[in-house]
């Protein structure tokens, strides 16, 4: 007899449970409740229209691979560009590898890949700047230059290429994640930042989040049902950040209290929506004095990081 | 007693072999054992995904894969 648990939803053998929906889910109810909460993530919030050019921000892991066969599938029903963009770090033995996934699946998709480097647009990799940096920790560690560096990258190449946005494979976690680093760091200001428009810069391109309502495990669980390849190890330099931390508190809360997770999630995002109309808070980043990109300061984070690189 | 054969998927893979005296045994159970948070893993048998609450048979193999980043 088996005794293995069933689908809620029609009864044959469950192969995910949905806690935090009191749910468990075969192969077919799954594949369906997760492309669903997609979709809906990305029309409700206006994601991509018509005539976009959309730039997919792909590193070669489970998030921004599935957001670019994501997008994919839904060219049928929307009519715009896609293309991926691949920023290589330059972290040895980590992103090399992942970059081979990337290529990979661009080539199965049939998608047009442009990679761009730290070295090529500021002159170290990231392995370069850790080395310089070898005391600097916390604020200053690896994650730091390696994400200021990063959106700068994006940023830049997916303008150059006339993208009207670019889509990021950031999931729940993620966005919860950031939501509550920003709280233990007192940055407001971050937070509402997080979301926001090409109204803020005429040098900003637009960036959308298809699975940030998503949570990661469902990621990794239906790229492994649909057999799509991704890289899968992890970053030399993951164990250095605050977001660790805030990650492991998190995943025990969640599994602990099932829901915290999203329910944290979409209060911040309210809170944020009411702090945005409310006090009007409309941003509007002037240019650096620099290097002339988008920035709050006079002098941009990114002139800002590599001053200290130079020493 | 329960043998069951655990192959943990954790960037590198390693292999233990876990003799439970116990007459039934659920992956949740094994995760519990291994201090493993259920939020950051998934569970596979012969290649299939599984839930934690799948109650295991003596001699059973499974898979933990360790699908969050980090922690
Ligand atoms: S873990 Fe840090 S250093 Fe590694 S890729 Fe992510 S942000 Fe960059
Ligand atoms: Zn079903
Ligand atoms: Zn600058």
Redo the contacts with the bound molecule.
């Keep these: 007899m088996d005794k293995s648990p069933k689908c809620s939803r029609c009864g044959k053998k469950a192969i995910i449970d949905i806690r935090y929906r009191e749910e468990k889910l075969c192969r077919r109810c799954f594949l369906k409740f997760f492309e669903k909460r997609v979709h809906r993530n990305i029309e409700k919030n206006k994601m991509i229209k018509p005539g976009d050019r959309v730039a997919v921000a792909l590193?070669g892991g489970k998030d921004s691979t599935l957001t670019l066969y994501i997008l994919k599938e839904m060219l049928n029903k929307v009519k715009c560009e896609l293309f991926a963009v691949t920023v290589d770090?330059g972290?040895k033995g980590?992103?090399d590898k992942a970059i081979e996934f990337a290529k990979r699946n661009t080539k199965e998709l049939d998608l047009t890949h442009i990679i761009v480097s730290f070295k090529e647009i500021f002159g170290y990799t990231?392995n370069e700047i850790v080395e310089k940096n070898k005391v600097l920790r916390g604020a200053r560690?690896?994650?730091t230059?390696?994400?200021v560096f990063?959106r700068r990258a994006l940023n830049i190449l997916s303008r150059e290429l006339k993208a009207s946005k670019v889509a990021t494979g950031h999931n729940l976690d993620d966005e919860s994640q950031t939501y509550l680093m920003n709280f233990f760091r007192g940055d407001i200001e971050s937070s509402l930042k997080m979301n926001c428009d090409e109204s803020i810069s005429e040098l900003f391109v637009k960036r959308i989040k298809p699975l940030s309502t998503t949570p990661e495990r469902e990621i990794a669980a239906y790229a492994l049902v649909k057999g799509i390849p991704f890289h899968m190890d992890?970053?030399?330099?993951?164990q250095?950040?605050m977001?660790n931390v805030v990650r492991v508190h998190m995943n025990k809360i969640e599994s602990t209290f099932a829901g915290s997770r999203e329910n944290f999630y979409y209060f911040m995002n309210e809170i944020i929506k009411h702090l945005k109309t409310k006090e009007k808070m409309k941003f509007k980043l002037s240019s650096c004095i620099l290097c002339g990109e988008p920035s709050s300061k006079e002098i941009c984070k990114v002139c800002e990081l590599l001053k200290i690189i130079r020493g | 007693m329960l043998k069951i054969k655990v192959k943990l998927v954790d960037g590198k893979i390693s292999k233990k072999e876990m003799v439970l005296n116990k007459k039934e045994v659920t992956v949740q159970d094994i995760l519990d054992i291994l201090e493993i948070n259920r939020e950051t893993v998934l569970i596979r048998k012969k290649n299939e995904l599984i839930t934690e609450e799948e109650i295991l048979d003596n001699g059973d193999e499974i898979e933990i894969l360790r699908v969050i980043?980090?922690g």
Excluded: D, V
């Design positions: 590193s770090e972290i980590y992103r990231l560690g690896p994650c230059f390696c994400g990063r992890e970053c030399p330099y993951a250095e950040g977001r | 980043s980090g």
